[in-house]
């Protein structure tokens, strides 16, 4: 086999008549060359004169790789059922120490051929329990050639010479390597019973040195780990079903179906593995919903200023020339006024078209000067002197700075797709306020909005197949200001606008400063929005105290609250959210600027109180991670994750942020049977994600 698996070291089958089908079957099964030999066997006379034979072999190749030997004590014929189950004790022993050494990432390759068929079942046996990347084995005609039956000295010395070069055609051909078969972890060994595991001390054997042979005796005491293993097989069905119920019992949030079907000992690697920035990688591939990003504040610069040409492009040169000379003075500071976005807004038509004046003269130090330097650090911005402004700040340049000019809708889409795509999100529910970016036609922003995304690649509406169209599926949520006063008109405007195009607008917010406008007071203007039966999520508890969040829920019938940080203040009112499964919409990064919470990647937090989502993951409440406003909190849905789990004592677990991104599609403001299919579609791709991490 060593000739075969090792054509750099031994290319025994250079000169067999199928040798490019030979290569071909190690490729397909991704052979890789042996790094150790290891040989198990028994301890008669004609053993050890056969292990003489092969170190001769292995020295006269130069010792290629170690060379570890194993002979059970005192067994030679094995003509007794004590010797039998002395060399199965010791194959098992040795294949379990040999697949922990292989680990994750090793191969493990058992070859069956030689020694009596009881040892060859032995180590098939072994290889189904323990794992194996192949099970190898050779084939040939009968009889087999004079020159591989070795019967006197001389023979026997000359077939040790024959086999450290490519043997002839005739010879190659007589002993032909297959694949037989490959085996898996069999679950059942990482399951603890009676404080015993397989991988226990009490089943070890010691490991000889290279070219050594370790005589090992049958253990007179202590358990036999082909007993342990027989027993449990024998209990199979009542040891998975306590695991899974001690699993089921010590959880908050069920997690996705499929990864219960793990082996026990990758369920313990994800329950036990930290989320740290290592997983970066991993994040972005895996499958994910956001519930909370806000339209105004998605892009980030590079992506802002191909909007602005897209703007400019609308314009002639004469024009172009008129708003470049009145952002002149601004593009002659180094630090602009307070008040410059009031001012640009005051231009009102213009606006759009002076905001991508800005974004393309303005130099990128004057950008990040009075875009995110003028209110660093950016912690707790609440209660700074500029208040909610100085978060807002970095996104006066977008939103409905360009939002409003019609030639913004394409290459802004365009970016929100290929923004999803790279995060790896399957869904996402954008937010914002169409009046405000087209005040005479918000449906009609909606719907140029909603073929933009579908132009871009988005699927914004249900099929019936799904695994054959666009991702990201994408809707829209339609914002209210409490800040405003017309909010009867503007429900009424969704209300008309979710009856049309009720496949991209999902559900209805209320924005803005919680101390304006308490949702009691707003109830009946969402009257008509109730009985269209439109999903509801309400900004509430960001900062602002739990009683908020009570009227939200009570008022206004909220399905989800965003943020909802205060909940903690109120035991009774979080069970309640727990019973009634209102989802948290939970956005570390922003939550961090604007409340503030202890953040170790941020010196400036340091002083600040812990994050409270271990508090609501303990509760069992359903809490989604979001990302607020990317662009403004320069973040991304997979840095949420990290961030959630630096800001989090003792930070997350994988297996918690795969539970965490199932409540997330689990409250999903889609049809109940469109959900129910993207969620079994994430289903399997979270379990193919997670045979991936090591």
């Known amino acids: 086999m060593f000739g075969w698996l090792a054509p750099a070291m031994l290319d025994l089958y250079a000169q067999h008549p199928a040798k490019q089908s030979l290569d071909a079957i190690r490729s397909r099964y991704g052979l890789a060359a042996p790094s150790e030999l290891w040989i198990c066997t028994t301890q008669g006379a004609q053993t050890l004169a056969s292990l003489d034979r092969l170190r001769a072999w292995w020295e006269g190749l130069g010792r290629p790789c170690p060379l570890r030997i194993w002979c059970a004590q005192g067994t030679d014929q094995l ?266 807004e005051a231009h009102g038509r213009d606006r759009p078209a002076l905001s991508a004046t800005l974004l393309l003269h303005a130099s990128p130090a004057q950008l990040q000067h009075n875009l995110y330097a003028v209110t660093e650090p950016r912690v707790a911005l609440r209660a700074s002197s500029q208040g909610f402004a100085a978060y807002e700040r970095p996104g006066e340049l977008s939103g409905s700075a360009l939002l409003a000019h019609p030639a913004a809708l394409a290459p802004y889409a365009q970016s929100i797709v290929e923004q999803a795509r790279r995060e790896g999100l399957a869904y996402l529910e954008l937010r914002g306020t169409p009046q405000r970016y087209r005040p005479q036609d918000p449906t009609g922003f909606l719907r140029d909005l909603c073929t933009a995304l579908e132009r871009a690649g988005a699927r914004v509406r249900p099929v019936a197949d799904p695994a054959a169209t666009a991702w990201p599926r994408v809707g829209f949520v339609w914002i209210l200001n409490r800040r405003h006063s017309d909010h009867a008109q503007v429900v009424q405007q969704a209300v008309q606008a979710h009856r049309e195009l009720g496949h991209f607008l999902l559900g209805l917010d209320l924005a803005g400063d919680e101390g ?121 849905l997979p840095e949420e994750y990290l961030a959630a789990s630096r800001m989090t004592p003792q930070g997350l677990t994988v297996w918690e942020a795969l539970a965490l991104t199932r409540q997330a599609f689990v409250h999903a403001f889609l049809p109940s049977a469109e959900r129910e299919v993207l969620l079994k579609r994430m289903d399997a791709q979270i379990f193919e994600w997670a045979g991936t991490l090591g």
């Open 79 to 344: 003509a007794t059922q004590r010797e039998c189950d002395h060399i199965r004790e010791l194959t098992f022993r040795v294949t379990l120490l040999a697949s922990h050494q292989c680990g994750r990432q090793g191969q493990l390759l058992l070859s069956l051929a030689g020694g009596r068929k009881t040892m060859s079942a032995d180590l098939q046996t072994a290889g189904s329990l323990f794992g194996a990347h192949a099970w190898l084995h050779v084939v040939g005609p009968e009889p087999m050639p004079a020159a591989l039956m070795a019967r006197t000295e001389a023979e026997r010395q000359a077939q040790i010479n024959l086999f450290q070069h490519p043997l002839p055609p005739e010879l190659a051909a007589a002993i032909t390597p297959l694949v037989a078969g490959t085996g898996t972890r069999n679950e059942l060994l990482d399951i603890e019973i009676d404080g015993l595991r397989v991988d226990d001390r009490s089943f070890s054997v010691p490991l000889p040195d290279s070219g050594a042979e370790c005589a090992w005796p049958l253990p007179q005491t202590g358990p036999l780990l082909q007993d342990e293993l027989q027993r449990r097989l024998h209990e199979s069905s009542r040891l998975m079903g306590n695991f899974l119920a001690h699993l089921a019992e010590s959880e908050h949030h069920e997690n996705w179906r499929s990864l219960y079907r793990l082996p026990p000992a990758q369920i313990q690697m994800l329950r036990s593995t930290v989320l740290t920035a290592a997983h970066l990688p991993a994040l972005h591939a895996l499958p994910k919903a956001d519930l909370h990003r806000h339209l105004g504040g998605c892009l980030g610069m590079d992506a802002q200023r191909v909007v602005a040409q897209a703007i400019l492009a609308t314009y002639s040169e004469t024009d172009r020339t008129r708003f470049l000379h009145r952002v002149a003075p601004w593009l002659s500071a180094a630090e602009w006024p307070w008040n410059w976005p009031q001012s640009l």
């Open 516 to 636: 304006t406008r308490c949702p009691e007071a707003l109830a009946p203007a969402f009257q008509p929005a109730f009985a269209e039966c439109l999903p509801v999520t309400i900004h509430a508890g960001e900062g602002e105290p739990a009683d908020n969040i009570w009227q939200a829920a009570y008022h206004l019938h909220a399905d989800r609250i965003g943020h909802g940080l205060t909940l903690t203040h109120n035991p009774a009112l979080m069970a309640r959210f727990r019973d009634r499964s209102i989802c948290l919409e939970l956005c570390p990064s922003s939550n961090r600027e604007v409340v503030g919470y202890r953040d170790p990647d941020h010196p400036a937090t340091a002083g600040q109180p812990d994050y409270p989502l271990r508090e609501f993951i303990q509760a069992g409440l359903p809490v989604a991670l979001c990302t607020d406003n990317p662009a403004i909190s320069r973040t991304s």
